[in-house]
T-cell receptor
Framework: DVKVTQSSRYLVKRTGEKVFLECVQD?????MFWYRQDPGLGLRLIYF???????EKGDIPEGYSVSREKKERFSLILESASTNQTSMYLC?????????????FGDGTRLSIL | AQTVTQSQPEMSVQEAETVTLSCTYD???????LFWYKQPPSRQMILVIR??????QNATENRFSVNFQKAAKSFSLKISDSQLGDAAMYFC?????????FGKGTKLSVKP
């Protein structure tokens, strides 16, 4: 089975801090994704990456950056955390062998910015 | 641009009964796929069922089936013989070129 591991289930940080959310997948997937999940808004794509060192902006990239130095690891960075970034963050991955490949998700990181 | 609409924020079903969750979408892509994901409370998002848009036959996976109406851009999920473990948020998603657009979700409650 595909395993997507997010480094933290719960995280509490302070306004202005630089925050790193880490995601690792073990299936050699080309594509990796970061989503933000808020009640009533569903999942919104922040960034995705289709290869090492490659990244593409999603629907809500403002205030975030990403890093993909190795194929298995995709990091989401909040450069200067703000309270409106309090949310659930989901990482996902899939392989690029056609459109029908589902995305596999991690358990999520519930991030609180105080 | 692609959009996905789930018009039912919450649904409820009696155990052992059947429930249908609605989803409509809009896309300009000619090659796309449709997915239903389930997210139990405080647990991982998992794939329930997928449908290739070029296939007319509706997908089925055990107690889960879809009613795919391509011309109407409708993709509903039917859960038969509902079980307590089916209680979750359900998300409809449309995918192309590896990316997914999600609906806002439907929270399904199952009454014993």
């Amino acid at each position: 089975d595909v395993k997507v591991t997010q480094s933290s289930r719960y995280l509490v940080k302070r306004t202005g801090e630089k925050v790193f959310l880490e995601c690792v997948q073990d299936m050699d997937h080309e594509n990796m994704f970061w989503y933000r999940q808020d009640p009533g808004l569903g999942l919104r794509l922040i960034y995705f990456s289709y290869d090492v060192k490659m990244k593409e902006k999603g629907d809500i990239p403002e205030g975030y950056s990403v890093s993909r130095e190795k194929k298995e690891r995709f990091s989401l960075i909040l450069e200067s955390a703000s309270t409106n970034q309090t949310s659930m963050y989901l990482c996902a991955s899939n392989t690029w062998t056609g459109n029908n490949q589902p995305q596999h998700f991690g358990d999520g990181t519930r991030l609180s910015i105080l | 641009a692609q959009t996905v609409t789930q018009s039912q924020p919450e649904m409820s079903v009696q155990e052992a009964e059947t429930v249908t969750l609605s989803c409509t979408y809009d896309t300009s892509e000619s090659d796309y796929y449709l997915f239903w994901y389930k997210q139990p409370p405080s647990r991982q998002m998992i794939l329930v069922i997928r449908q290739e848009a070029y296939k007319q036959q509706n997908a089925t996976e055990n107690r889960f089936s879809v009613n795919f109406q391509k011309a109407a851009k409708s993709f509903s999920l039917k859960i038969s013989d509902s079980q307590l473990g089916d209680a979750a948020m359900y998300f409809c998603a449309v995918g192309s070129q590896g990316n997914l657009i999600f609906g806002k979700g439907t929270k399904l409650s199952v009454k014993p």
